[in-house]
Each structure stands twice: as C-alpha cells, then as structure tokens.
C-alpha cells in the first residue's frame, strides 16, 4: 500500500522483555516520527528522523528507549526492560520535507502498534 | 513537554447539532492544524492554517488561525455520526530548527443518531 504500515499491529508481553515496533514510512518521506499514545491521552512525541541528521530523541522517556532508521527508511523502536508502565499505543508518522529544510505540515501516520506488558 | 490547552475534553451530542472546540496556547505558533482520530486508526489531517486570521473550510468542517497566533478553533456543521473520533489540534513554532508539533490532549466527540 502507500501509507505508512506499522508493525506489529498488537503485541503482548512480558514485563522485562525487549520489543522491536516497526516502521515503515511512505515511499520518498524523509521525515519520520515515533508517538506514543497513552488510553484516552494525546500524542506524546518521542523521537523524530530526517535525511541524514542526528535524530531529535528529546522526547524518549528513559534510556530504555532507544530507535534507528536504516537506509533512510524503515525504523524500529526498540524498548529494552519493558515495564506495566510502557503499555500504548506507538505511532510512527512520515512527512515531505520542503527545499527549505522544514517538515512538511501533513503528517502521515500508521494504524499503529498496541503495545501490552503484563 | 509542551501542550496546548484543547477544550473541551468530550463531547455528546444529537446528530445534526453544530460543534465547536478550540486550542489554546502561551506560544505563538506559525501552524495550526487539526487532525481527527477514528477508533484503532493513527489521526489523519483536516485542515492546516497558516495565516492568522485564516479561516479555512472543509465540507462541514471550518477552522480558524486566532489573529493573536495563540489559539484557534475548529467548527463542524450539522454533525453526523461518522463525525464520532478524536479531535486534537497540533501546533508548530519555526524557533530555530523546531520542527516538531505540539499536540492538545484531543476532543472526544459522541454524536447520538
């Protein structure tokens, strides 16, 4: 498809396990970002990649957090040491980046990933 | 981090009702935008202001950029029950290479048929 797919759409697990949230972004964006989305809460940012640029990782919660973007594309989210805590939904958005080095406004985002930790 | 101030939190109400919420912010922002979320879907965009005093239509839905550049509101005519999602507006400074949104906590809209 053309949008931003996720992957998994659903994961459970266990409390102290790694888990590995995938991102793919649409084709030509080179702008990508991760949200989180606690229930009934607002988006809340948590790293943004563009092109070549050392990511923003502003917003990651805890050193437990970290992510990569391979090729200027795919990315991954990895949570190491998961807690009752990190249980949301994980959103990844892409975006046009103007010739004057500003995201575009549009945002796409991905259905998401629910993330469970028991 | 920063958010704006988005109210209100929910909303119920009869199909066909007109609606309004809006955004508030300390910053002045360049952007406003909003963007509308269906139940398990990431938000999708409906309308993106740039201008203040802008106001800017989308079928039933109809926005404004505050002329003080720190709010804006969102309006939907004769409401009906597709309408029902998530409501959240974003806002974007271009401080230096700021160039992440800042998000409201959402509206929560229920349309009764």
């Known amino acids: 498809g053309a949008g931003v797919s996720q992957s998994p759409s659903n994961k459970v697990t266990e409390k102290g396990k790694d888990v590995e949230l995938r991102c793919d972004p649409i084709s030509g964006h080179t702008a990508l970002y991760w949200y989180r989305q606690s229930l009934g809460q607002g988006l809340e940012f948590l790293i943004y990649?563009?092109?070549?640029?050392?990511?923003?990782k502003s917003g990651l919660p805890s050193d437990r957090f970290s992510a990569e973007r391979t090729g200027g594309s795919v990315s991954t989210l990895t949570i190491q040491r998961t807690q009752q805590e990190d249980s949301a939904v994980y959103l990844c958005a892409s975006s046009l980046v103007s010739l004057a080095g500003f995201s575009t406004d549009t945002q796409y985002f991905g259905p998401g990933t629910r993330l469970t930790v028991l | 981090g920063q958010q704006l101030n988005q109210s209100p939190q929910s909303m119920f109400i009869q199909e066909g009702e007109d609606v309004s919420m809006n955004c508030t912010s300390s910053?002045?922002?360049?952007?406003w935008l909003w963007y509308k979320q269906d139940p398990g879907e990431g938000p999708v965009l409906l309308i993106a202001l740039y201008k203040a005093g802008e106001l800017t239509s989308n079928g039933r839905l109809t926005a404004q950029f505050g002329i003080t550049r720190k709010d804006s509101f969102l309006n939907i005519s004769a409401s009906i029950p597709s309408d029902v999602g998530i409501y959240f507006c974003a806002g974007r400074t271009y401080a230096g290479n700021n160039r992440k949104l800042i998000w409201g906590l959402g509206t929560s809209l229920a349309v009764n048929p």
């Open positions: 990649f563009q092109g070549n640029s050392a990511p923003d």
């Open positions: 910053s002045i922002f360049n952007t």
